[in-house]
């Protein structure tokens, strides 16, 4: 009997998988992966995802609707709140992909993958979701926008820093053994992730923007 092609295919996303979080995105062959997941057809890889390319994001998108789903029903909550804080709307960008520390199937790796895709735009599944106003990660970024001053939307880009520091921080941790409860390291991370979007700007920042805004003029 042939092989099952859902089959192959789920194969070797989690041998993808577990190899990319282990050695890195670039550091393990197509060739490798292929033989890690016990399929025998060289060309199955490049059947089912085109190349390196199209396999890391069949791997995140493993993950990606369970995080979009809680991202949404967290958002859901916030926007039906009478009072609009900053602290819950981080904590609804931050406690989806968290969740990922208890989730056996792969959670951790996902989120250690996420972490190294986090500065490659190219690659990353929540780039594609810039202009998708369906995307949780497109109205959270609309959401956090009014709490923060205009120099940190357009200038200082504090809600990207926020998104690359979330999945740094869940990496480290996801590289650890797994612990008892998450609980206080999510709490805590919610809390570094809302002082770092609430951070005033200090006057040296402020003067340095105000003379690179004068060279770009001149």
């Known amino acids: 009997m042939p092989p099952n092609p859902d ?8 041998a993808a998988e577990s190899l990319f979080a282990a050695r890195g995105i670039e550091g393990v062959s197509l060739r490798e992966i292929t ?9 199955a890889l490049q059947y089912h995802f085109g190349d390196r390319d199209g396999l890391v994001k069949a791997v995140v998108r493993r993950h990606w609707d369970d995080v979009e789903s809680r991202r949404h029903a967290l958002l859901d909550e ?12 981080v904590a609804a960008f931050v406690r989806p992909p968290a969740a990922k520390l208890a989730d056996p199937d ?5 989120l250690r993958i996420m972490a190294q895709l986090v500065n490659r735009p190219d690659l990353l599944v929540i780039s594609e979701a810039r202009h998708e106003p369906r995307d949780s990660t497109y109205r959270w970024r609309h959401l956090v926008g009014p709490h ?3 120099v ?9 820093t926020a998104i690359r520091l979330t999945f740094i921080e869940l990496a480290r941790r996801a590289e650890m053994p797994p612990a008892r409860s998450d609980k206080l390291f999510t709490s805590h991370l919610i809390d570094l992730i809302t002082a770092l979007l609430a951070a005033p700007l200090s006057d040296e920042t402020a003067r340095l923007i105000d003379e690179s805004s004068r060279r770009r003029s001149n």
């Not at 089959?7 to 989690?14: N, P």
């Not at 916030?78 to 709307?89: F, G, H, K, T």
């Not at 940190?152 to 990207?160: D, G, I, S, Y």
Request: charged residues 35%; glycine residues 6%.
């Open 7 to 14: 089959t192959t295919k789920v194969q070797l996303i989690r």
């Open 35 to 43: 033989k890690a997941a016990g399929v025998r057809n060289t060309t």
């Open 78 to 89: 916030y926007e039906s709140a009478d009072e609009r804080e900053l602290r819950p709307l």
């Open 106 to 110: 792969g959670g951790r790796d996902f």
């Open 148 to 150: 923060l001053p205009e």
């Open 152 to 160: 940190a939307v357009k200038r200082l880009h504090h809600r990207f």
